[in-house]
């Protein structure tokens, strides 16, 4: 399964990916909408802790709707792991 995982900036969408122990996840900024066009995942996380503005969630449900599988998962995830818990 192909995950995208959408932040601020891609070092905080790479901290999430570590932290949720998801490899080879597509890392994106959500700074810059055009950045999503065209690409495909299975399964989109949304950091909730930053604002998506309304055109790159439009591209992200946009690209959701455009999988084999008639859609995608969108979540928003904020705070992933307690302090102590592994790769925190």
Do not use: C
Not at 2 to 27: C, F, P
């Amino acid at each position: 399964m192909t995950t995208a995982i959408v932040a601020h900036t891609k070092a905080r969408a790479e901290q999430l990916a570590h932290d949720l122990g998801i490899e080879d996840a597509i890392i994106l900024s959500s700074r810059n909408a055009a950045t999503l066009e065209g690409l495909r995942a299975e399964r989109w996380l949304v950091d909730a802790a930053v604002p998506i503005s309304d055109a790159a969630l439009q591209v992200i449900f946009g690209t959701a709707l455009k999988m084999p599988n008639g859609g995608a998962i969108v979540r928003y995830v904020n705070s992933v792991a307690p302090h102590g818990y592994p790769g925190r």
